[in-house]
């Protein structure tokens, strides 16, 4: 291992269209997907036969066939067989933090690239049976006789029968994260108003995305799918206005326009050292220079979708700089509501104080600077694939655009938080990776 601490680059990204469920995607699996992903990052880098030294990745809604996932993904594309494939999980920033962990071993020289990927697929949710009948099905599978295969289904009821449905509500609370996010909405006082307004601009800057060909190299073609099918260019106040609360039918403000569809989708992204990237001749669009993970105790009454505030004052406080020394904000829109709770919390002085140790609050974001490519609620959030995505947009913007620094903030179920800073080649002194980026995997 060095000693220096080296810059990690990020090279780019490539992902498929996103979909929504039950669309396009319907028959492909999660395998599929990331393949297709992680094959478009290999055509677009010119890695047919390369050894890439760790691919890491992995989805959130899966089989237990899926385990080896991230392998048989490498497996299955023109990379070269003897590269390793990593599957790892943390929900919604399952691609980010596969990223920040690359990045902490690339630079101290541990390895010299990695990919980062995630894909999901609600449209092949996995189904499974009752834990009785599971567990008959399991004493059938070991019995030695007739006998013994018949004895196991001894007392049972037809009730075990019935399968059960995927379940994505919090398990400590029983509450899905639209409940969760409806609270906060209350407790922050998010008008619906101004989450119609958010959704609204999230669409039309996606659509903007694709008409000035922003996203021609970063999204590849998928079952014969050119773009993702959420996006809606002619979406408009008024029919955003009409539809119904989707989880607080009486009170909420929270609703299917306002919110990320279920999506299905797979992103990937290339990470190297400056040598690695060199001796390749591909371009560096960005650094990657810190991350943070963070968590709140949402059992006891913490808004469940907070801890993004709480990831990004400590990277803040790492990194010596203020929230507002960003020239982009890529905030993922899981809800409408969730990123104007976040905004408000790092404007208020109480919440700054109180809960994040901060003696002034962290202030405003000029909003003119967030999403400016679309995000979540227009692009779709295939959970795993959102952290690669991002990466790959704000690279992009750094290496095209005149901007120096950008700021990700991504919200994961389990009331988790990661953040991440990425710098243009041009920034000067950019942010020591040290200790920083080892805390932040």
Not at 104 to 129: H, L, N, R
Not at 347 to 354: G, L
Not at 391 to 413: D, E, F, N, Y
Request: charged residues 20%; proline residues 4%; aromatic residues 6%.
């Amino acid at each position: 291992m060095t000693e220096a601490i080296r810059r990690v680059a990020v090279l780019g990204g490539v992902r498929i269209p996103f979909c929504r469920s039950h669309t396009a995607y319907a028959e492909l699996s999660n395998l599929d997907l990331l393949t297709a992903a992680l094959g478009g990052l290999a055509d677009r880098f010119t890695l047919h036969g390369v050894h890439v030294d760790e691919v890491v990745g992995g989805a959130v809604v899966t089989h237990a066939k899926d385990w080896n996932l991230a392998r048989e993904a490498v497996i299955g594309s023109p990379l070269a067989q003897t590269t390793p494939g990593i599957t790892m999980m943390q929900a919604c920033g399952t691609s980010l933090q596969s990223a920040l962990g690359l990045a902490a071993k690339i630079a101290t020289g541990q390895i010299e690239c990695g990919i980062a990927m995630g894909s999901d697929t609600t449209s092949d949710a996995p189904i499974v049976f009752q834990r009785k009948f599971a567990q008959r099905l399991v004493q059938v599978s070991r019995a030695k006789s007739m006998g013994q295969r018949l004895a196991a289904f001894k007392g049972m009821m037809p009730g075990e029968l019935a399968p059960q449905p995927p379940d994505t509500r919090e398990p400590r609370t029983g509450l899905g994260m639209g409940e969760h996010c409806e609270l906060m909405a209350k407790e922050w006082c998010i008008t619906r108003e101004d989450q119609d307004v958010l959704a609204f601009e999230s669409h039309l800057k996606a659509a903007a995305a694709y008409d000035e060909g922003f996203m021609d190299d970063l999204v590849i073609p998928c079952a014969g799918v050119f773009r993702d099918n959420n996006v809606r260019e002619d979406i408009s106040l008024e029919r955003l206005a009409e539809l119904k609360p989707a989880f607080d039918k009486a009170t909420g403000t929270i609703t299917a326009g306002n919110s990320t569809p279920l999506t299905d989708g797979a992103a990937s992204v290339l990470l190297a050292s400056e040598k690695w990237a060199e001796n390749r001749g591909i371009p560096i669009q960005a650094y990657l220079t810190l991350g943070r993970t963070s968590a709140v105790d949402y059992v006891q009454g913490e808004g469940l979708l907070m801890a993004p505030t709480v990831a990004v004052s400590e990277l803040l406080r790492q990194a010596g700089l203020a929230l507002q020394d960003f020239d982009y904000y890529e905030i993922h829109e899981a809800f409408a509501a969730q990123v104007l709770a976040t905004l408000k919390a790092w404007e208020s002085e109480a919440y700054c104080r109180t809960r994040l140790g901060r003696t002034e609050p962290l202030g405003a974001i000029d909003r003119s600077k967030m999403n400016v490519k679309g995000s979540s609620i227009a692009i779709g959030h295939p959970f795993a694939a959102t952290g690669a995505r991002i990466l790959a947009v704000l690279a992009k913007l750094l290496h095209s655009g005149s901007g120096q620094r950008g700021l990700i903030s991504v919200c994961t179920a389990g009331g988790m938080g990661v953040a991440a800073i990425l710098e243009g080649v041009g920034t000067p002194k950019p942010a020591e990776l040290g200790n920083d980026m080892k805390g932040a995997t």
